[in-house]
């Protein structure tokens, strides 16, 4: 059975910092093109970043860019998201995602692609 298991949210002030982890088990973590979401309360799941199977190209949403930094180990089965500069707006429950996909060099924005999500993360970010 596939798990993922999210940490490393928490509260914070508006301009600090946070790095949030994800590790998977039960598939071959390599295999997989992983990506974060993101959900506010009363807002719909949103689309933060993905990374491709051998870390070589990621995707970032526009209002994360330049702040937020994905990368993986793929030693350590574990996807993580660096998270600077944080805003008020980035407050929500924040969800690591896999796929396996025989592209090495693919990376997926749409979360319906996703076959594997974990539990989430709360993020919240005061003023």
């Known amino acids: 059975q596939v798990q993922l298991v999210e940490s490393g949210g928490g509260l914070v002030q508006a301009g600090g910092s946070l790095r949030l982890s994800c590790v998977v088990s039960?598939?071959?973590?390599?295999?997989?093109?992983m990506g974060w979401f993101r959900q506010a309360p009363g807002k719909e799941r949103e689309f933060v970043a993905t990374?491709?199977?051998?870390?070589?190209?990621?995707n970032y949403a526009d209002s994360v860019k330049g702040r937020f930094t994905i990368s993986r180990d793929n030693a350590k089965n574990t996807v993580y998201l660096q998270m600077n500069s944080l805003k008020p707006e980035d407050t929500a429950v924040y969800y690591c995602?896999?796929?396996?996909?025989?592209?090495?060099?693919?990376?997926?924005?749409?979360?319906?692609?996703?076959?594997?999500w974990g539990q989430g993360t709360r993020v919240t970010v005061s003023s």
């Open positions: 995602a896999a796929r396996e996909t025989s592209g090495l060099y693919y990376t997926i924005t749409y979360y319906s692609r996703y076959d594997y």
């Open positions: 039960g598939r071959t973590f390599s295999s997989c093109a």
């Open positions: 990374i491709s199977r051998d870390g070589s190209n990621t």
